[in-house]
């Protein structure tokens, strides 16, 4: 893979979690519960370390890229998207924040499957691992505030 390529790969990567922090820390200074703002303060701050992460990459070698694939279960994908607003549910937050990084999650993968640079290929996966990995983890938040257990 091209040097000039992969900085570009990894500069709209990097805008992505920039735009993903930024979603993050204005949902947290709309909500009041002191336990969702935390939550939405602490996702922001995830955005802002996967974005120093691959800022680091800028100068690495991209064939050296290796990330886990998490698993994606797909619960928050068929869920309608609700508007950004002031007055919104805590619920409906953490759905625009799985839609987020199921759209970044496609993209990537798109990009893997229509590239012909094996390098590329590998690079544009990983990152969909750690989109995939970051919804996860946002359905997983969700399935326990949406589908509380009762006793």
Aim: avoid cysteine; hydrophobic fraction near 40%; charged fraction near 30%.
């Amino acid at each position: 893979m091209k040097t000039d390529d992969a900085k570009k790969i990894l500069s709209l990567a990097i805008d992505r979690e920039v735009e993903a922090y930024t979603f993050y820390r204005s949902v947290s200074d709309k909500v009041k519960d002191p336990a969702l703002k935390s939550l939405f303060n602490e996702l922001a701050g995830e955005e802002k370390k996967h974005r120093e992460f691959l800022q680091a990459f800028l100068s690495r070698d991209v064939s050296k890229f290796h990330f886990d694939a998490g698993k994606d279960y797909k619960v928050g994908d068929a869920l309608p998207t609700p508007a950004l607003s002031v007055g919104m549910k805590p619920l409906e937050g953490l759905v625009i924040a799985i839609k987020k990084e199921l759209e970044a999650m496609q993209m990537y993968t798109q990009l893997a499957s229509h590239s012909t640079d094996v390098e590329q290929q590998l690079l544009f996966s990983q990152l969909a691992n750690m989109e995939r990995a970051h919804k996860a983890r946002l359905e997983d938040i969700y399935t326990n505030m949406a589908f509380p257990e009762a006793w």
